[in-house]
Protein backbone atom coordinates (compact mmCIF):
# COMPACT_ATOMS: atom_id res chain seq x y z
CA UNK A 1 0.00 0.00 0.00
CA UNK A 2 1.27 3.40 -0.75
CA UNK A 3 0.49 5.89 1.17
CA UNK A 4 1.45 9.96 2.44
CA UNK A 5 -0.91 9.15 5.90
CA UNK A 6 0.05 6.71 8.86
CA UNK A 7 0.20 6.74 12.24
CA UNK A 8 1.84 8.68 13.94
CA UNK A 9 0.99 10.77 10.63
CA UNK A 10 -2.19 12.06 10.84
CA UNK A 11 -3.89 14.46 8.79
CA UNK A 12 -7.10 13.28 7.48
CA UNK A 13 -9.17 10.00 7.63
CA UNK A 14 -6.80 8.52 5.18
CA UNK A 15 -4.50 7.29 7.84
CA UNK A 16 -7.09 5.49 10.07
CA UNK A 17 -8.53 3.90 6.58
CA UNK A 18 -4.59 2.55 5.54
CA UNK A 19 -3.88 1.67 8.96
CA UNK A 20 -7.26 -0.47 10.00
CA UNK A 21 -7.45 -2.04 6.51
CA UNK A 22 -3.54 -2.98 6.64
CA UNK A 23 -4.00 -4.74 10.17
CA UNK A 24 -6.81 -6.28 9.42
CA UNK A 25 -5.71 -7.66 5.58
CA UNK A 26 -2.72 -8.90 7.39
CA UNK A 27 -4.49 -10.46 10.33
CA UNK A 28 -6.51 -12.61 7.67
CA UNK A 29 -2.56 -13.93 6.56
CA UNK A 30 -1.71 -11.55 4.02
CA UNK A 31 1.77 -9.82 4.08
CA UNK A 32 0.80 -6.32 4.23
CA UNK A 33 3.72 -4.05 3.53
CA UNK A 34 2.91 -0.07 3.59
CA UNK A 35 4.89 2.77 2.11
CA UNK A 36 4.57 5.96 3.80
CA UNK A 37 6.09 9.31 4.76
CA UNK A 38 8.67 9.52 7.44
CA UNK A 39 6.99 11.27 10.16
CA UNK A 40 9.55 13.09 12.89
CA UNK A 41 10.16 10.64 15.32
CA UNK A 42 9.06 7.59 14.08
CA UNK A 43 10.82 4.73 12.87
CA UNK A 44 11.96 4.26 9.94
CA UNK A 45 10.77 0.68 9.14
CA UNK A 46 9.26 -1.39 11.95
CA UNK A 47 6.66 -4.14 12.17
CA UNK A 48 3.29 -2.79 13.36
CA UNK A 49 1.60 -5.34 14.71
CA UNK A 50 1.28 -7.61 11.68
CA UNK A 51 2.19 -4.74 9.04
CA UNK A 52 5.70 -4.15 7.85
CA UNK A 53 5.80 -0.42 7.75
CA UNK A 54 8.68 1.61 5.45
CA UNK A 55 8.69 5.29 6.21
CA UNK A 56 10.47 7.23 3.65
CA UNK A 57 12.18 10.11 3.86
CA UNK A 58 12.02 12.84 1.24
CA UNK A 59 14.73 15.09 0.19
CA UNK A 60 14.46 17.49 3.19
CA UNK A 61 18.01 19.38 1.99
CA UNK A 62 16.34 20.52 -1.20
CA UNK A 63 13.81 22.90 0.03
CA UNK A 64 10.99 22.68 -1.43
CA UNK A 65 8.61 25.73 -2.62
CA UNK A 66 5.29 24.52 -2.16
CA UNK A 67 2.86 21.39 -1.45
CA UNK A 68 2.98 20.30 -5.13
CA UNK A 69 7.03 19.98 -5.24
CA UNK A 70 7.12 18.14 -1.62
CA UNK A 71 4.87 16.05 -3.40
CA UNK A 72 7.35 15.52 -6.47
CA UNK A 73 9.98 14.87 -3.86
CA UNK A 74 7.71 12.14 -1.92
CA UNK A 75 6.82 10.11 -5.25
CA UNK A 76 10.80 10.07 -6.24
CA UNK A 77 12.18 8.53 -2.52
CA UNK A 78 9.32 5.66 -2.80
CA UNK A 79 10.08 4.96 -6.26
CA UNK A 80 13.99 4.54 -5.35
CA UNK A 81 12.99 3.13 -1.96
CA UNK A 82 10.40 0.36 -3.66
CA UNK A 83 12.60 -0.23 -6.46
CA UNK A 84 15.47 -1.42 -4.14
CA UNK A 85 13.35 -3.10 -2.38
CA UNK A 86 11.32 -5.24 -5.26
CA UNK A 87 15.08 -5.91 -6.32
CA UNK A 88 16.43 -7.49 -3.20
CA UNK A 89 13.28 -9.02 -2.53
CA UNK A 90 11.00 -9.67 -5.10
CA UNK A 91 7.82 -8.54 -6.55
CA UNK A 92 4.58 -7.96 -4.92
CA UNK A 93 1.05 -8.89 -6.19
CA UNK A 94 -0.83 -6.16 -6.32
CA UNK A 95 -0.36 -2.47 -5.36
CA UNK A 96 -2.85 -0.23 -3.97
CA UNK A 97 -2.96 3.57 -4.02
CA UNK A 98 -4.53 6.15 -2.01
CA UNK A 99 -5.05 9.51 -3.28
CA UNK A 100 -3.27 11.36 -5.78
CA UNK A 101 -0.17 12.10 -3.57
CA UNK A 102 0.80 8.81 -4.65
CA UNK A 103 -0.11 8.82 -8.26
CA UNK A 104 3.46 9.20 -10.09
CA UNK A 105 5.56 6.63 -8.11
CA UNK A 106 1.81 3.96 -8.10
CA UNK A 107 2.25 4.29 -12.17
CA UNK A 108 6.09 3.86 -12.65
CA UNK A 109 5.80 0.90 -10.54
CA UNK A 110 3.00 -0.91 -12.00
CA UNK A 111 4.57 -0.38 -15.13
CA UNK A 112 8.30 -1.20 -14.04
CA UNK A 113 7.43 -4.31 -12.32
CA UNK A 114 4.18 -4.99 -14.27
CA UNK A 115 2.09 -5.24 -11.05
CA UNK A 116 -1.61 -4.65 -11.12
CA UNK A 117 -2.60 -1.77 -9.35
CA UNK A 118 -5.96 -0.84 -7.32
CA UNK A 119 -6.75 2.56 -5.84
CA UNK A 120 -9.08 4.32 -3.46
CA UNK A 121 -10.25 7.60 -4.10
CA UNK A 122 -11.25 8.64 -0.37
CA UNK A 123 -12.35 12.29 -2.20
CA UNK A 124 -11.89 14.63 -4.84
CA UNK A 125 -10.74 18.04 -5.56
CA UNK A 126 -13.41 18.94 -7.05
CA UNK A 127 -15.96 17.82 -4.61
CA UNK A 128 -13.83 19.53 -1.95
CA UNK A 129 -13.46 22.61 -3.40
CA UNK A 130 -17.47 23.04 -5.06
CA UNK A 131 -15.82 22.72 -8.56
CA UNK A 132 -11.99 23.48 -9.74
CA UNK A 133 -11.43 27.07 -9.61
CA UNK A 134 -7.42 27.84 -9.68
CA UNK A 135 -4.74 25.81 -11.73
CA UNK A 136 -3.63 23.84 -8.70
CA UNK A 137 -6.95 22.46 -8.16
CA UNK A 138 -7.08 21.42 -11.99
CA UNK A 139 -3.47 20.32 -11.42
CA UNK A 140 -4.77 17.71 -8.49
CA UNK A 141 -7.93 16.75 -10.44
CA UNK A 142 -5.68 15.86 -13.22
CA UNK A 143 -3.62 13.59 -11.37
CA UNK A 144 -7.26 12.16 -9.29
CA UNK A 145 -8.40 11.12 -13.23
CA UNK A 146 -4.66 9.97 -14.15
CA UNK A 147 -4.67 7.64 -11.04
CA UNK A 148 -8.36 6.32 -11.57
CA UNK A 149 -7.40 5.88 -15.48
CA UNK A 150 -4.09 3.66 -14.54
CA UNK A 151 -5.64 1.51 -11.87
CA UNK A 152 -7.20 -1.94 -12.30
CA UNK A 153 -10.19 -1.00 -10.21
CA UNK A 154 -11.06 1.99 -8.69
CA UNK A 155 -12.19 2.04 -4.71
CA UNK A 156 -14.74 4.43 -3.49
CA UNK A 157 -16.19 4.41 0.27
CA UNK A 158 -20.09 5.45 -0.50
CA UNK A 159 -22.69 5.32 -3.51
CA UNK A 160 -22.28 9.17 -3.45
CA UNK A 161 -18.89 9.12 -4.09
CA UNK A 162 -18.91 6.46 -6.87
CA UNK A 163 -21.48 8.83 -8.51
CA UNK A 164 -19.15 11.53 -8.08
CA UNK A 165 -16.18 9.68 -9.63
CA UNK A 166 -18.37 8.53 -12.32
CA UNK A 167 -19.78 11.98 -13.21
CA UNK A 168 -16.23 13.97 -12.72
CA UNK A 169 -13.81 11.11 -14.48
CA UNK A 170 -16.01 9.42 -16.21
CA UNK A 171 -15.06 6.09 -15.07
CA UNK A 172 -17.02 3.14 -16.07
CA UNK A 173 -18.85 1.76 -13.64
CA UNK A 174 -17.72 -2.21 -14.28
CA UNK A 175 -14.06 -0.60 -12.97
CA UNK A 176 -15.76 0.72 -9.48
CA UNK A 177 -15.82 -0.82 -6.49
CA UNK A 178 -17.95 0.14 -3.32
CA UNK A 179 -16.65 -0.82 0.19
CA UNK A 180 -17.64 1.20 3.02
CA UNK A 181 -14.88 2.19 5.48
CA UNK A 182 -15.70 1.10 9.11
CA UNK A 183 -14.32 1.44 13.00
CA UNK A 184 -12.40 -1.09 15.32
CA UNK A 185 -15.23 -2.20 17.18
CA UNK A 186 -13.09 -2.06 20.72
CA UNK A 187 -12.07 1.42 20.03
CA UNK A 188 -13.89 2.54 22.98
CA UNK A 189 -13.18 -0.23 25.26
CA UNK A 190 -12.00 0.68 28.92
CA UNK A 191 -13.21 4.18 28.21
CA UNK A 192 -16.07 5.41 30.71
CA UNK A 193 -17.35 8.92 31.65
CA UNK A 194 -14.76 10.57 33.57
CA UNK A 195 -16.05 13.90 35.53
CA UNK A 196 -12.75 15.66 36.44
CA UNK A 197 -11.67 14.98 32.85
CA UNK A 198 -15.13 16.72 31.86
CA UNK A 199 -14.77 19.42 33.75
CA UNK A 200 -11.57 21.14 31.64
CA UNK A 201 -14.68 21.22 29.19
CA UNK A 202 -17.97 22.56 30.54
CA UNK A 203 -20.05 22.93 34.00
CA UNK A 204 -21.60 19.64 34.89
CA UNK A 205 -25.28 20.99 34.45
CA UNK A 206 -23.68 21.64 30.71
CA UNK A 207 -24.30 19.29 27.86
CA UNK A 208 -21.39 19.21 25.56
CA UNK A 209 -22.28 19.10 21.90
CA UNK A 210 -18.75 17.79 20.75
CA UNK A 211 -17.36 18.14 16.86
CA UNK A 212 -14.30 16.45 15.15
CA UNK A 213 -12.94 17.23 12.72
CA UNK A 214 -10.17 19.33 10.59
CA UNK A 215 -11.31 22.70 10.49
CA UNK A 216 -11.51 23.32 7.20
CA UNK A 217 -14.63 25.18 5.20
CA UNK A 218 -16.27 22.12 3.77
CA UNK A 219 -16.58 20.42 7.43
CA UNK A 220 -19.07 23.20 8.25
CA UNK A 221 -17.82 24.38 12.12
CA UNK A 222 -19.24 27.18 10.60
CA UNK A 223 -22.72 26.70 10.57
CA UNK A 224 -22.77 24.66 13.75
CA UNK A 225 -21.17 28.24 15.25
CA UNK A 226 -24.27 29.89 13.52
CA UNK A 227 -26.75 27.02 14.92
CA UNK A 228 -25.35 28.39 18.36
CA UNK A 229 -27.39 31.04 19.03
CA UNK A 230 -30.79 29.28 18.31
CA UNK A 231 -29.95 26.20 20.40
CA UNK A 232 -29.05 28.64 23.52
CA UNK A 233 -31.53 30.34 23.11
CA UNK A 234 -34.00 27.43 23.77
CA UNK A 235 -31.44 25.30 26.02
CA UNK A 236 -29.33 27.74 27.87
CA UNK A 237 -27.24 24.64 29.45
CA UNK A 238 -25.04 23.28 26.66
CA UNK A 239 -21.49 24.20 25.66
CA UNK A 240 -20.21 23.34 21.81
CA UNK A 241 -16.77 21.72 22.38
CA UNK A 242 -14.57 21.36 18.99
CA UNK A 243 -11.77 19.10 18.50
CA UNK A 244 -9.28 19.81 16.12
CA UNK A 245 -7.42 21.85 14.11
CA UNK A 246 -6.46 23.44 10.89
CA UNK A 247 -6.46 26.74 8.54
CA UNK A 248 -9.80 27.87 9.63
CA UNK A 249 -9.06 27.61 13.32
CA UNK A 250 -8.76 32.01 13.97
CA UNK A 251 -11.00 32.65 11.88
CA UNK A 252 -13.89 30.58 13.26
CA UNK A 253 -12.39 31.67 17.18
CA UNK A 254 -12.87 35.38 15.97
CA UNK A 255 -16.06 34.47 14.56
CA UNK A 256 -17.25 33.26 17.96
CA UNK A 257 -15.63 35.99 19.82
CA UNK A 258 -17.70 38.23 17.39
CA UNK A 259 -20.71 35.99 18.42
CA UNK A 260 -20.09 36.61 21.88
CA UNK A 261 -20.37 32.79 22.65
CA UNK A 262 -16.60 32.50 23.70
CA UNK A 263 -17.71 31.11 27.02
CA UNK A 264 -20.24 28.32 24.84
CA UNK A 265 -17.63 27.20 22.86
CA UNK A 266 -14.27 25.58 23.95
CA UNK A 267 -11.88 25.09 21.33
CA UNK A 268 -9.93 22.08 22.54
CA UNK A 269 -7.20 21.97 19.40
CA UNK A 270 -5.65 18.29 18.83
CA UNK A 271 -5.76 15.58 21.63
CA UNK A 272 -4.55 12.30 21.20
CA UNK A 273 -6.24 9.04 20.89
CA UNK A 274 -6.56 8.92 24.50
CA UNK A 275 -8.14 11.81 24.83
CA UNK A 276 -10.36 11.62 22.31
CA UNK A 277 -12.09 8.48 23.25
CA UNK A 278 -12.52 10.54 26.82
CA UNK A 279 -14.20 13.24 25.31
CA UNK A 280 -16.66 10.93 23.21
CA UNK A 281 -17.46 9.66 26.24
CA UNK A 282 -18.36 12.95 27.97
CA UNK A 283 -20.46 14.07 24.74
CA UNK A 284 -24.13 14.35 25.05
CA UNK A 285 -24.11 15.12 21.28
CA UNK A 286 -21.66 14.55 18.51
CA UNK A 287 -22.38 16.93 15.40
CA UNK A 288 -20.68 16.08 12.28
CA UNK A 289 -22.52 19.07 9.52
CA UNK A 290 -20.45 18.64 6.64
CA UNK A 291 -20.80 20.71 3.36
CA UNK A 292 -18.70 18.18 1.89
CA UNK A 293 -18.37 14.71 3.07
CA UNK A 294 -17.38 11.41 0.99
CA UNK A 295 -17.74 9.03 3.95
CA UNK A 296 -17.79 10.30 7.34
CA UNK A 297 -15.59 8.14 9.84
CA UNK A 298 -16.14 10.37 12.45
CA UNK A 299 -20.04 9.72 12.80
CA UNK A 300 -19.28 6.41 13.02
CA UNK A 301 -16.95 6.70 16.20
CA UNK A 302 -19.58 8.57 17.68
CA UNK A 303 -22.06 6.30 17.28
CA UNK A 304 -19.63 3.62 18.10
CA UNK A 305 -18.82 5.40 21.40
CA UNK A 306 -22.76 5.44 22.17
CA UNK A 307 -23.23 8.98 21.65
CA UNK A 308 -25.99 10.14 19.78
CA UNK A 309 -25.45 12.13 16.34
CA UNK A 310 -26.37 14.80 14.69
CA UNK A 311 -25.25 14.93 10.49
CA UNK A 312 -26.01 17.03 7.58
CA UNK A 313 -27.59 14.83 5.24
CA UNK A 314 -24.63 15.22 2.57
CA UNK A 315 -22.37 12.70 0.90
CA UNK A 316 -21.46 9.25 3.15
CA UNK A 317 -22.90 11.00 6.01
CA UNK A 318 -26.57 10.88 4.38
CA UNK A 319 -25.94 6.65 3.55
CA UNK A 320 -24.37 6.37 7.54
CA UNK A 321 -27.55 7.35 9.63
CA UNK A 322 -31.21 6.91 9.03
CA UNK A 323 -32.77 10.01 10.47
CA UNK A 324 -34.86 9.83 13.79
CA UNK A 325 -33.67 5.86 13.77
CA UNK A 326 -29.96 6.13 14.27
CA UNK A 327 -29.11 9.75 14.15
CA UNK A 328 -30.41 12.72 13.32
CA UNK A 329 -29.97 14.51 10.03
CA UNK A 330 -30.04 18.39 8.81
CA UNK A 331 -30.06 20.19 5.96
CA UNK A 332 -26.91 20.81 5.02
CA UNK A 333 -25.75 24.15 5.83
CA UNK A 334 -28.54 24.82 6.71
CA UNK A 335 -28.21 26.56 10.55
CA UNK A 336 -32.00 26.26 11.58
CA UNK A 337 -32.51 23.06 10.53
CA UNK A 338 -28.94 21.91 12.03
CA UNK A 339 -30.18 23.50 15.35
CA UNK A 340 -33.47 21.91 15.46
CA UNK A 341 -32.07 18.33 15.26
CA UNK A 342 -29.67 19.14 18.30
CA UNK A 343 -32.09 20.29 20.10
CA UNK A 344 -35.26 17.27 19.54
CA UNK A 345 -31.94 15.01 21.01
CA UNK A 346 -31.74 17.91 23.92
CA UNK A 347 -34.88 18.02 25.31
CA UNK A 348 -36.05 13.92 24.38
CA UNK A 349 -33.55 12.19 26.36
CA UNK A 350 -35.91 8.60 25.57
CA UNK A 351 -35.65 9.09 21.87
CA UNK A 352 -31.71 9.84 22.29
CA UNK A 353 -31.40 6.79 24.48
CA UNK A 354 -33.00 4.56 21.50
CA UNK A 355 -31.49 6.19 18.60
CA UNK A 356 -27.60 5.28 20.58
CA UNK A 357 -28.93 1.89 21.01
CA UNK A 358 -29.71 1.54 17.40
CA UNK A 359 -26.91 3.23 16.22
CA UNK A 360 -24.52 1.14 18.04
CA UNK A 361 -26.13 -2.27 16.32
CA UNK A 362 -25.58 -0.92 12.87
CA UNK A 363 -21.81 -0.04 13.61
CA UNK A 364 -20.71 -3.52 14.71
CA UNK A 365 -22.96 -5.33 12.01
CA UNK A 366 -22.54 -3.30 9.14
CA UNK A 367 -19.15 -1.12 9.24
CA UNK A 368 -16.67 -3.74 11.06
CA UNK A 369 -13.48 -4.05 9.71
CA UNK A 370 -13.31 -7.90 9.32
CA UNK A 371 -15.86 -7.21 6.82
CA UNK A 372 -14.81 -4.43 4.73
CA UNK A 373 -10.99 -6.28 4.62
CA UNK A 374 -12.57 -9.68 3.44
CA UNK A 375 -14.62 -7.50 0.53
CA UNK A 376 -11.21 -5.09 -0.21
CA UNK A 377 -9.11 -9.01 -0.46
CA UNK A 378 -11.95 -10.16 -2.67
CA UNK A 379 -11.08 -7.08 -5.42
CA UNK A 380 -7.71 -8.01 -4.89
CA UNK A 381 -7.99 -11.72 -5.83
CA UNK A 382 -10.39 -10.44 -8.74
CA UNK A 383 -7.76 -8.10 -10.28
CA UNK A 384 -4.78 -10.86 -9.44
CA UNK A 385 -6.94 -13.23 -11.50
CA UNK A 386 -7.90 -10.78 -14.57
CA UNK A 387 -4.13 -9.23 -15.33
CA UNK A 388 -2.80 -12.84 -15.13
CA UNK A 389 -5.67 -14.30 -17.51
CA UNK A 390 -5.05 -11.36 -19.60
CA UNK A 391 -0.76 -12.23 -19.24
CA UNK A 392 -0.18 -8.63 -18.65
CA UNK A 393 1.33 -9.45 -15.39
CA UNK A 394 2.81 -12.04 -16.65
CA UNK A 395 5.30 -9.70 -18.97
CA UNK A 396 8.86 -9.36 -18.06
CA UNK A 397 9.17 -6.32 -15.73
CA UNK A 398 12.16 -7.13 -14.50
Known amino acids: MLSWEYPPKIVGGVSRVVYDLAQKLAVLGNEIHVATCREQGAEAFEKDGEVFVHRVLTYDNIETTDFINWVHHFNFSLIEYISNFIYRTGRFDILHAHEWIVAFASRVLKHAFHIPMVCTIHATEYGRNGGIHSREQRYISSLEWWLTYEAWKVIVNSQYMSSEVKRIFQI???????????????????????????????????????????????????????????????????????????????????????????????????????????????????????????????????????????????????????????????????????????????????????????????????????????????????????SRRSGWSLMEGL
Open 172 to 386: PGDKLRIISNGVHLDRFKGFERDMHFRRRFALDNEKILLFVGRLVNEKGVQVLIDAMPKILANYHDAKLVIVGKGPQQDFLKEKAWHMDLSRKICFAGYVDDNELGMLYKCADVAVFPSLYEPFGIVALEGMLADVPVVVSDTGGLNEIVSHGVDGMKSYTGNPNSLADSILELLFNPSKAEEIRKRAMEKVRTMFNWELISKKTLEVYDEVVRE
